[in-house]
């Protein structure tokens, strides 16, 4: 089964820096999928960014980029030019290929924006 | 906005009782998901159906059961809920392809207290 750890529960940033969250997985596949999702106070889950495994090149979605280690198995996520309407949890999720697209989430980093 | 609904939204009730939560899609998805999130866990997959009366268990099933009659509508129900069922319970829905990076939408969620 596969498995997405985040190990950091908790990250703050000064706005208009950078911040990068950290997330690693264990897979035996070698196609899949990885996603960053947003929650805010609003609980609603806001899909950020999406990586398909096959790709080398790293997904970006304006100030949000990734770094895709597929080799080390790691899927980073940096948020650039940082701004109070992006504190909120962030989750990482792995989906395989194939089967029925089922999601398997990170524990979940909260982001503080400091003004 | 995908066109996902969860009823009720929040929701106090007490041990022992049954309770059944719906979910309810406008997009004529063929997958639907209940996920449940809590602290220190992320999301964790409950049950999923991928066709009318065609469901399967999750990562974290035991207490829970689903039907799906409709396209629709998704029910999860809490035959004799705990208080370890206090959590708040998200639906999703998908797109039928798996070859493809199609994201899942997220409903508003439901806020369950068991006392």
């Known amino acids: 089964a596969q498995t997405v750890t985040q190990s950091q529960p908790e990250m703050s940033v000064q706005e208009a820096e950078t911040v990068t969250l950290s997330c690693t997985y264990d897979?035996?596949?070698?196609?899949?999928?990885l996603f960053w999702y947003k929650q805010p106070p609003s609980r609603q889950m806001i899909l950020v960014i999406r990586?398909?495994?096959?790709?080398?090149q790293n997904a970006t979605e304006n100030r949000f980029s990734v770094n895709f280690q597929k080799a080390a198995k790691s899927f980073s996520l940096k948020i650039s030019d940082s701004q109070l309407g992006d504190a909120a949890m962030y989750f990482c999720a792995y989906r395989s290929i194939q089967g029925a697209q089922k999601l398997v989430f990170g524990q979940g980093t909260r982001l503080t924006i400091n003004p | 906005d995908a066109g996902i609904t969860q009823s009720p939204r929040h929701k106090v009730t007490e041990t022992g009782t049954p309770v059944t939560l719906r979910c309810h899609q406008t997009?004529?998805?063929?997958?639907m998901y209940w996920y449940r999130q809590d602290p220190g866990h992320g999301l964790r997959l409950i049950h999923y159906?991928?066709?009318?009366?065609?469901?399967d268990k999750g990562e974290v099933s035991d207490g829970y059961s689903v039907s799906r009659s409709k396209t629709e509508d998704f029910l999860l129900t809490l035959e004799s809920a705990t208080s370890s069922q206090t959590s708040v319970y998200f639906c999703?829905?998908?797109?039928?392809?798996?070859?493809?990076?199609?994201?899942?939408?997220f409903g508003p969620g439901t806020r369950l207290t068991v006392t």
């Open positions: 999703a829905i998908s797109e039928s392809q798996a070859l493809s990076s199609y994201e899942q939408y």
């Open positions: 997009e004529n998805h063929r997958y």
């Open positions: 990586q398909e495994a096959y790709k080398q």
């Open positions: 897979t035996s596949e070698s196609d899949y999928y």
């Open positions: 159906s991928y066709g009318v009366k065609d469901t």
